[in-house]
């Protein structure tokens, strides 16, 4: 299974960040998958923003929730991030990684850095 992060990497502060994660190799929908998207700011830990299922169901980190929003698109086996109102504590590497629930990923994309700047 491969996955890969695409997007812009620079954004500017209150705009929309649309993040792209293309699967090969395996379902999106394959029974009992999660695919969540983990951001890593600099220097700092990794953090679990949330998740799409197999059957669709979307879990958040509630810290982001508000601002956070993740979809799929099945005949493209693609899974997208949007995040709103960006700041530049947004800035970071983020990554999409699939497992059987959360915190517990077998394969991840190679990340994509976005930075928040005017």
């Given at each position: 299974?491969?996955?890969?992060?695409?997007?812009?990497?620079?954004?500017?502060?209150?705009?929309?960040?649309?993040?792209?994660?293309?699967?090969?190799?395996?379902?999106?929908?394959?029974?009992?998958?999660?695919?969540?998207?983990?951001?890593?700011?600099?220097?700092?830990?990794?953090?679990?923003?949330?998740?799409?299922?197999?059957?669709?169901?979307?879990?958040?980190?509630?810290?982001?929730?508000?601002?956070?929003?993740?979809?799929?698109?099945?005949?493209?086996?693609?899974v997208y991030?949007?995040?709103?109102?960006?700041?530049?504590?947004?800035?970071?590497?983020?990554?999409?990684?699939?497992g059987r629930?959360?915190?517990?990923?077998?394969?991840?994309?190679?990340?994509?850095?976005?930075?928040?700047?005017?």
């Open positions: 299974v491969q996955l890969q992060e695409s997007g812009p990497g620079l954004v500017k502060p209150s705009q929309t960040l649309s993040l792209t994660c293309t699967v090969s190799g395996g379902s999106i929908t394959t029974n009992y998958y999660y695919w969540s998207w983990i951001r890593q700011p600099p220097g700092k830990g990794l953090e679990w923003m949330g998740a799409i299922t197999y059957s669709g169901s979307t879990w958040y980190n509630p810290s982001l929730k508000s601002r956070t929003s993740i979809s799929r698109d099945r005949a493209e086996n693609t991030l949007q995040m709103n109102t960006l700041k530049s504590e947004d800035t970071a590497v983020y990554y999409c990684a699939r629930g959360i915190g517990e990923y077998d394969y991840w994309g190679q990340g994509t850095q976005v930075t928040v700047s005017s």
